[in-house]
Nanobody, 124 residues
């Protein structure tokens, strides 16, 4: 079992940047594919970005491509989401997640382990 703890959310003006972190506690996550999801009020949860266990493959939602970068540091058991050029529509609760599933299940948004979420608010 792996426990995930997000941090780094907050309030930022449009055009600004934030870096979210997701620390894995209790078990190394080097074997896991990892992802970042977000959910805005009244909307469904969506997969924003994902990275394979080997770090060789990444996925980005069209809405964030070119602005967000996902990465992970296996030595620190930590995953990151660098968010640049933030827009008000990026406002949401952001969740990190982990899975031992294959890449097909990753891009389908099927993950077994979830963090509690961190709020990101982008003001116009």
């Amino acid at each position: 079992q792996v426990q995930l703890v997000e941090s780094g959310g907050g309030l930022v003006q449009a055009g600004g940047s934030l870096r979210l972190s997701c620390a894995a506690i209790g078990r190394t996550f080097s074997s896991y594919a990892m992802g970042w999801f977000r959910q805005a009020p009244g909307l469904e949860r969506e997969l924003v970005a994902a990275i394979s266990w080997s770090d060789t493959t990444t996925y980005y939602a069209h809405s964030v491509k070119g602005r967000f970068t996902i990465s992970k540091d296996n030595a620190k058991n930590t995953m990151y989401l660098q968010m640049n050029s933030l827009k008000p529509e990026d406002t949401a609760v952001y969740y990190c997640a982990a899975t031992l599933g294959n890449w097909e299940t990753v891009v389908a948004g099927i993950f077994e382990h979830w963090g509690q979420g961190t709020q990101v608010t982008v003001s116009s």
